[in-house]
């Protein structure tokens, strides 16, 4: 029976090489100079630092470039506040993969809905969709890129 799984992943190979070319970016332009300002990654989650505010946007900018250019799409990102103290300023941005349950069941939903003869189950951070026909698996995958959710989806595992 034909399948395809419905995951949201990251490639950390590509976000580790994207964050070194900001850095190495930050560190050669004019505006940042004598200010120490860095981004540090710990797994998925950047820290920004600077020493004001507007630097801060500017480096976020500079990360969404970075990172769109390596493949990743930036809906994946996950900002927090900026916390202003004393002399520096801090933000987080958290990269979010994998589907969530929430995020599955309106997944489940939205093909449930479309009546389409497929079936979609959530197992651990993926959505596996089955069906008896592979036309029947490919409207489901125009309709789910044509879905606009919050996160950035890829369709993997496709097996006749």
Do not use: W, Y
Request: hydrophobic content about 40%.
């Amino acid at each position: 029976m034909p399948s395809f799984d419905i995951v949201s992943e990251l490639n950390e190979h590509e976000v580790s090489n994207a964050l070194d070319q900001a850095n190495r970016e930050v560190s050669t332009r004019f505006d940042f100079k004598g200010t120490d300002a860095r981004f540090e990654q710990t797994n998925l989650v950047i820290t920004l630092i600077a020493k004001a505010d507007f630097q801060l946007k500017q480096m976020l900018d500079i990360l969404m470039l970075k990172l769109s250019k390596r493949g990743i799409d930036v809906a994946c990102m996950k900002l927090d506040e900026p916390l202003m103290s004393g002399q520096t300023a801090k933000q987080t941005v958290t990269l979010r993969q994998g589907i969530e349950t929430e995020l599955g069941k309106k997944i489940q939903r939205i093909i449930k809905d479309s009546k389409i003869k497929v079936q979609a189950a959530i197992q651990d951070k993926q959505v596996r969709v089955t069906g008896k026909s592979r036309d029947d698996l490919q409207q489901v995958i125009a309709m789910i890129r044509g879905a606009k959710l919050d996160m950035p989806l890829q369709f993997t595992n496709f097996r006749d």
